[in-house]
């Protein structure tokens, strides 16, 4: 599924409407930013000259269906100069929600998203204080409020909002501070990324641009929107005569002042590629869909698109891009007009990584005949998280795409409303609204008196066991399919979680009124939506509430957001200079909070701010690795390796205390919740011990990393020792703990219309879920 395209809706209203009309600070150590360079003066470490940084929307290396090969696979160019040259980290892991805009900011940032604001994506819902919820959209310009597409709002805190309720440190920072002009080409939230208010927040609402938005709204986007440069301090690329801009960031730890930066390619192209509109690596001039040249929109920002403006950028003189590559297993049709999902094996999903691949091979030549190589440039490729296709199987039977196309009679999600559902199985007109998802989160309305109701409320209670037992007609299946029964069972619901266990898995921000009441974990097959109105209508029939869409230009067959290893299995791509030889990597388990610290220790600069990751050494030169982590190395491998474990949204402490929260959200009834209530304190009490023992691990990390800290020997084997402890808790909670089945109140002659209740007797098994290689 594409990064944008779920929201285009709200957004087009939005803009419509416009037209009419730290710790996210210093280490208490007092570490401090590199002091900022001259301007034309980008000194890297390891004989760095470039920094090369591409992010793919939905790019598998694992195979989707075991006969067609991945998409890496079917791009052999990107591929093979990545096992050629450097390392490919094959057991990255995503984090939660598992979506675009979550997994791109957790990668550029280096910090989960409860320090950064962005849990629930591609937009989120929030409360007001009369205890209804509004829409926010998770990709807006980085210092830009809390952006609600329908106008004004209740809630102004930061769209990209910290722990400490600030705007989070801005991931250029450390290249501009050092002396090095910033290239973004697409990327979440670097660049504007709407018209409505990413305008205002950096132009102003009276300004030119804004007038602009009102009287072309469709060129004003193509103008504005998508790219941008942030500069070196009196740096002549964004210089007040290019139309440079003050580059604010008013929350930056330890301040950021005298900075400037482009936004737009109207302001971009003519500074890159003076006198020429810029063309895609095939030399056609890049448009959307309606003619308007500049950028194309996220979904038309394919290969050839992307990587043509990194590379004007670098030829220009601007060292470090990073850019954004939209997905290749949809049909985006002209610059994302339409969104056709393909099955795996497909014509038209062939043929577009086959496009990729080309690309590919041109960039790298280019680069190649500009001087820009594995020997002077650093460069890395990730994805933003993985998928589950939804479909049935392909035929003719055996099919691998390449030598014989692969066809689907049905493709697509099943499309449940979870409101009419729940009214027609349990009776329940709880008012409640939901972010649309295939792990949706759910958000109980709450009163002007309580906006935000208490997790052990009656109403909330309850429909926490009714979305545990809620069992429905799989129309792929043609069976019922059942309530929860284990993590890895067969039932709809395989997970939930309420605040308690949503701040273990990092999705509870500073701002309380984006905190879900719960989220509910399915069956990936299934995208539930939720209707509207106070009381819904009931389900005549079961596919009048679950049903698989027909297949038309506007389609989707991608899930993501959920908890399953397919989603929440990941890549990324190390070459160049520091980077060891490894090929495939697959021993080493990582998540994208990785990424920044690896990419700064290579590069000798330092965030304003802890990452909540650690620099992988495992895949770096001795001589590259600072000399405090080289001292007690193996224990401080083993160290950081425990620390993943604890600390990370997949780790095995996460996936521990997620399987018993999903027990106690699952059980009791209003005649008595002891078990829930006493599986819930468990939870609090080692998630508390976590987050404490994390923190100062955190810090050393951090120290040795970027201040030259040794840590000493105890000090390293005492935090090991402490995590793994506490991983252990957790196992044991979650150990003790089966599923057992539970009917509300009132509900035992209750079932999916149209057919029999599900058998609930046979093999329970232990709510254990199999451990992913390498946890």
């Known amino acids: 599924m594409s990064k944008r395209v779920k929201i285009a809706g709200a957004l087009a209203i939005a803009l419509a409407l416009v037209a009419a009309t730290a710790v996210s600070v210093a280490s208490a150590r007092g570490r401090g930013r590199t002091t900022a360079a001259a301007a034309g003066t980008c000194e890297l470490g390891n004989g760095i000259k470039h920094v090369i940084y591409v992010q793919f929307d939905n790019t598998h290396f694992r195979r989707d269906n075991p006969n067609v090969p991945s998409d890496l696979e079917q791009m052999p160019h990107l591929l093979n100069f990545i096992r050629g040259n450097g390392t490919l980290l094959t057991n990255d892991h995503t984090a939660l929600i598992s979506h675009t805009a979550t997994g791109i900011l957790t990668s550029l940032t280096g910090v989960y998203p409860d320090r950064m604001g962005q849990p629930v994506s591609n937009s989120f819902r929030y409360f007001k204080t009369d205890g209804t919820t509004r829409t ?34 801005a991931p250029w920072v450390p290249y501009t501070t050092g002396g090095c002009d910033f290239g973004a080409v697409a990327t979440a939230n670097t660049i504007l990324e709407n018209t409505a208010i990413d305008i205002p927040t950096v132009f102003g609402p009276g300004s030119p641009e804004a007038a602009e938005v009102a009287s072309n709204p469709g060129q004003a986007f193509a103008d504005f929107v998508g790219i941008g440069v942030h500069c070196a301090r009196n740096s002549a690329i964004c210089s007040t005569a290019n139309n440079g801009r003050p580059d604010l960031l008013p929350d930056e730890p330890g301040g950021y002042n005298g900075y400037n930066g482009l936004f737009g390619a109207k302001n971009v192209d003519p500074v890159i590629k003076p006198g020429a509109a810029m063309t895609d690596l095939g030399g056609n001039v890049i448009q959307d869909a309606s003619g308007h040249v500049g950028f194309p929109g996220f979904d038309g920002m394919e290969a050839t698109v992307s990587l043509s403006w990194v590379a004007q950028m670098q030829e220009a003189g601007i060292p470090v891009t990073y850019a954004y590559v939209s997905d290749a297993h949809d049909d985006h049709g002209t610059a994302g007009n339409i969104h056709f999902a393909f099955g795996p094996g497909e014509d038209g999903y062939i043929q577009q990584l086959q496009n990729y691949d080309l690309a590919f091979q041109r960039f790298f030549d280019r680069l190649a005949a500009d001087g820009i190589n594995k020997s002077n440039t650093l460069f890395v490729f990730t994805v933003d998280e993985g998928d589950h296709f939804v479909g049935d199987q392909p035929t003719p039977a055996g099919c691998d795409g390449v030598n014989v196309r692969c066809n689907y009679t049905r493709v697509g999600e099943i499309n449940g409303d979870l409101r009419r559902m729940i009214k027609t199985q349990f009776g329940d007109n709880t008012l409640f609204s939901v972010h649309s998802d295939d792990a949706p989160t759910v958000y109980v309305n709450g009163t002007a008196a309580q906006p935000i109701r208490d997790r052990t409320d009656a109403i909330v209670r309850n429909l926490e066991r009714e979305s545990a037992q809620l069992s429905w007609l799989n129309p792929y299946t043609g069976a019922v399919q059942p309530g929860y029964n284990g993590v890895n069972g067969t039932g709809i619901t395989r997970a939930l979680a309420d605040p308690v266990e949503e701040k273990t898995l990092h999705m509870v921000t500073a701002d309380p009124f984006r905190t879900p009441t719960f989220t509910l974990f399915a069956d990936p097959d299934w995208f539930f939506f939720a209707t509207g109105g106070a009381t819904p209508a009931l389900c005549a029939t079961p596919d009048a509430c679950a049903f698989i869409p027909p297949r038309t230009s506007q389609s989707f067959a991608w899930n ?24 495939d990597v697959g021993s080493v388990w990582t998540d994208h909070t990785d990424l920044r610290p690896t990419m700064l220790t290579l590069l000798g600069l330092k965030d304003d701010y802890e990452t909540d990751g650690r620099a992988v050494t495992q895949i770096l ?13 193996p224990s401080l491998e083993r160290l950081g390796s425990t620390y993943k474990q604890l600390m990370a949204s997949f780790g095995e402490f996460s996936m521990n205390t997620l399987t018993a929260s999903t027990n106690a959200l699952a059980s009791g009834s209003s005649a008595g919740d002891t078990k829930y209530t006493s599986i819930e304190r468990q939870i609090q009490s080692l998630t508390a011990q976590r987050n404490t023992l994390a923190a100062e691990i955190r810090t050393g990390l951090n120290d040795a990393q970027f201040n030259s800290v040794k840590l000493s020997e105890n000090q390293i084997k005492a935090w090991t020792s402490a995590a793994q402890d506490i991983i252990n808790a957790s196992a044991a909670l979650a150990q003790r703990l089966r599923p057992e089945p539970i009917l509300s109140e009132g509900s035992s002659s209750r079932h999916a219309p149209g057919s029999s209740p599900p058998s609930l007797s046979p093999a329970w098994r232990p709510v254990i879920e199999e451990r992913r290689p390498g946890l």
């Open 560 to 583: 993501h957001g959920d908890i399953q290893d397919e989603i929440a299995s990941t890549w990324a791509g190390y070459v160049g200079p520091g980077v060891s030889h490894e090929g």
């Open 621 to 633: 030169n001795e001589n590259a690795v600072p000399v405090s982590l080289r001292v007690h190395h």
């Open 136 to 169: 926010g959209v998770s990709f807006a310009y980085w210092t830009a409020p809390l952006f609600d597409p329908a106008g004004s709002t209740t809630d102004t805190t930061p769209e990209m909002i910290n722990e400490n309720g600030k705007i989070a440190p």
